[in-house]
């Protein structure tokens, strides 16, 4: 994979359910630790990183995205998910197909924050296709990886049901080539034949067992997702005073 990855895809239709009155009032990527919410924060670990285009798929409350995306110089431009309220994260991403054209990109979802290093990562890795994976947090809400020998086999939020021991734990950060992503669309049409709830860690497995996708493992990455109170209050007192 060349190290110039111009674009990124941010998934940010979720409804924030769990994080009670904040998630009425704003996008979960709206929420704010530092001096800009941590979407702002995103985008400026991207720009730093080279990226040029970063489309945001949009659902729950999307006119805040769409100012940001207004005010951000052509930086980003917004994809609506008419349907972010019957379906899973597939398919948003899927709906990021209509503006992506022929690109490799970083995958990242809206609730994190993250350190510069997880770009930088997967900008080195050699593989077109790679999930990053952090050591174990504690965190309280892991999506577990099983990848034996670095390629993902299983992955899921409950650890009794992999098929393996766990490896690490999704980030919510992943490069995807153009050809990648066209075998994720294709999975994931297969499975909207039955419901639109699919998450894309569903459809990233059920693609990996028509061609390998790669899993790196950086055992010490400062991040934190963010879906109820307990994440946020984890991550201001504990992860964003350690970013970098």
Not at 80 to 97: E, F, T
Not at 126 to 144: K, N, R
Not at 209 to 225: G, Q, T, Y
Request: charged share 25%; net charge negative.
């Amino acid at each position: 994979m060349p190290m110039g990855v111009k674009t990124a895809v941010i998934l940010a239709a979720g409804r924030g359910t769990r994080l009670g009155k904040r998630g009425l009032e704003a996008p979960k990527g709206f929420l704010q630790i530092g001096e800009k919410p941590i979407i702002q924060e995103s985008l400026d670990r991207l720009k730093a990183a080279g990226v040029e285009k970063v489309v945001i798929v949009t659902g729950h409350l999307a006119h805040f995205y769409e100012k940001l995306a207004a005010d951000s110089g052509g930086f980003v431009r917004t994809v609506h998910n008419p349907d972010y309220a019957d379906s899973g994260s597939m398919y948003s991403l899927y709906q990021a197909r209509k503006v992506l054209g022929d690109a490799a990109f970083f995958l990242l979802e809206s609730d994190l924050i993250y350190e510069s290093r997880a770009l930088a990562v997967l900008k080195e890795q050699s593989e077109s296709d790679c999930i990053l994976m952090s050591g174990f947090t504690g965190s309280g809400d892991e999506v577990w990886i099983y990848a034996p020998e670095g390629y993902l086999v299983d992955m899921g939020k409950v650890r009794e049901t992999l098929t393996g021991p766990p490896c690490g734990e999704l980030v919510g950060v992943s490069l995807l080539s153009p050809e990648g992503y066209s075998r994720l669309c294709i999975e994931a049409e297969r499975l909207f034949s039955e419901s639109l709830k699919v998450e894309y860690e569903t459809a990233l497995v059920a693609s990996s067992r028509k061609k390998p996708i790669a899993c790196h493992l950086v055992s010490d990455l400062v991040w934190s997702e963010i879906d109820d109170e307990s994440h946020l209050q984890r991550a201001k007192t504990r992860i964003y005073p350690r970013l970098s």
